[in-house]
T-cell receptor
Framework: EAQVTQNPRYLITVTGKKLTVTCSQN?????MSWYRQDPGLGLRQIYY???????DKGDVPEGYKVSRKEKRNFPLILESPSPNQTSLYFC??????????????FGPGTRLTVL | GENVGLHLPTLSVQEGDNSIINCAYS??????FIWYKQESGKGPQFIID?????DKRQGQRVTVLLNKTVKHLSLQIAATQPGDSAVYFC???????????FGKGTLLTVNP
């Protein structure tokens, strides 16, 4: 089954404790992206990657890191989480045609709470 | 900065009626637009997309209209069903970047 998986689905942590949210897709997509979703603010892009070893900042990259060592995986790293990073996080992937991401497939989301 | 927004945050319709969800965008360089549906507790799901060389595209019970003159996008859902109840987002991509920018969403409620 074609899908995007995220782990963990739920996480409660404390300020300053490094964490990683994993994302994996089995569709051989070039483009992968991380979003956070907050009430009243919709979906905001954190980082995206056009292919292996190619990443770039989205609209809200502060406090986050990503890596793309393999095509299928795109982990989101919070080196020192803070309460304002409490949010619902989505990973997405898509094919890449004519320099544009196509239809994006989203993972089920990760609910992160930073105390 | 450039952003994508929605005219109406909530929309309530009767089952069987047609629904129209609107979206305004400000980036005149945007050339690709997508509508997503997000049901409670789930990730966004692709509905339909349209490129700027088109002004209308139809899918199964859905139609997207693009008016580049006034930078307006709409999603029409025919014969709305209770299963259509969800938050709908428009998103745009354009210019020289590879980012997708989402609107804040419209909550569609279908009354039986």
């Amino acid at each position: 089954e074609a899908q995007v998986t995220q782990n963990p689905r739920y996480l409660i942590t404390v300020t300053g404790k490094k964490l990683t949210v994993t994302c994996s897709q089995n569709m051989n997509h070039e483009y992968m992206s991380w979003y956070r979703q907050d009430p009243g603010l919709g979906l905001r892009q954190i980082y995206y990657s056009m292919n292996v070893e190619v990443t770039d900042k989205g609209d809200v990259p502060e406090g986050y890191k990503v890596s793309r060592k393999e095509k299928r995986n795109f982990p989101l790293i919070l080196e020192s989480p803070s309460p304002n990073q409490t949010s619902l996080y989505f990973c997405a992937s898509s094919l890449y045609t004519s320099g544009r991401p196509n239809e994006q497939f989203f993972g089920p989301g990760t609910r992160l709470t930073v105390l | 900065g450039e952003n994508v927004g929605l005219h109406l945050p909530t929309l309530s319709v009767q089952e069987g009626d047609n629904s129209i969800i609107n979206c305004a965008y400000s980036n005149s360089a945007s050339d690709y637009f997508i509508w997503y549906k997000q049901e409670s507790g789930k990730g966004p799901q692709f509905i339909i997309d349209i490129r700027s060389n088109m002004d209308k595209r139809q899918g199964q019970r859905v139609t997207v209209l693009l008016n580049k003159t006034v930078k307006h996008l709409s999603l029409q859902i025919a014969a709305t069903q209770p299963g259509d109840s969800a938050v709908y987002f428009c998103a745009e991509n354009g210019g020289s970047n590879y980012k997708l920018t989402f609107g804040k969403g419209t909550l569609l409620t279908v009354n039986p």
